[in-house]
């Protein structure tokens, strides 16, 4: 139904890793951009001939999937949901809900959901769980960055482009700081070494 369990084999995708143990690792603006066109290329032998749906998360995911659709051969159409993270108490005990905006209809579709960042999966299950009730044809999971020693749930994305130590924070390529600076860089770089960069080309 939705992205692989973790005991499952892997692509030959997962090949491409982070250097992330290494201290102001970043990746630049042409890695990524060669990383999305293969990631671009594998999707589209996958869905060869057939109408992919995606849905796109917002705020996280948006440059990624800006860059990876228009790699991609073939009729794509394209969902926008946005995630709404609230503190509850369930009987005098706190909780974390994940809420949604309204689910697209995928009755019969092929769906991929792409976003930025894979760490405890919590968030993506949940979601792919809920695209899974419109009783789409399939349901896939791409994600730009994944942080496997994060993980919380027994999930696992289809496709990806690195994969990076769990406590690397990367900023730019549409991921922010904590300050909500930096979406617009390049490339993408630690907390520590995106500080008080800009998303100008050099000369």
């Not at 960042?117 to 769980?129: C, D, H, I, K, Y």
């Not at 695209?131 to 994305?157: N, Q, T």
């Not at 769990?166 to 991921?175: P, Q």
């Amino acid at each position: 139904m939705s992205g692989r369990k973790a005991a499952r084999s892997t692509r030959g995708s997962q090949a491409i890793k982070a250097n992330a143990n290494e201290r102001g690792a970043t990746f630049s603006e042409s890695r990524i951009a060669g990383r999305v066109a293969e990631l671009g290329k594998e999707i589209s032998r996958a869905y060869e001939g057939r109408r992919l749906d995606i849905v796109v998360t917002m705020d996280r995911g948006f440059v990624f999937a800006a860059d990876l659709i228009r790699e991609l051969d073939g009729t794509v159409v394209c969902h926008f949901i946005r995630e709404d993270l609230r503190d509850v108490e369930d009987g005098g005990r706190p909780r974390r809900e994940v809420l949604f905006s309204g689910a697209p209809e995928l009755k019969g579709r092929d769906v991929l959901l792409v976003d930025a960042v894979l760490e405890s999966g919590v968030t993506q299950e949940f979601l792919l769980r809920r695209l899974g009730e419109s009783s789409p044809r399939s349901i896939r999971l791409a994600v730009l960055l994944d942080k496997p020693e994060k993980r919380r749930v027994d999930l696992e994305s289809d496709y990806f482009g690195f994969k990076t130590a769990s406590k690397e924070v990367w900023v730019g390529y549409g991921l922010a700081a904590p300050n909500g600076t930096g979406r617009n860089l390049r490339q993408l770089a630690n907390g520590a070494k995106a500080a008080g960069k800009t998303g100008r080309r050099k000369k």
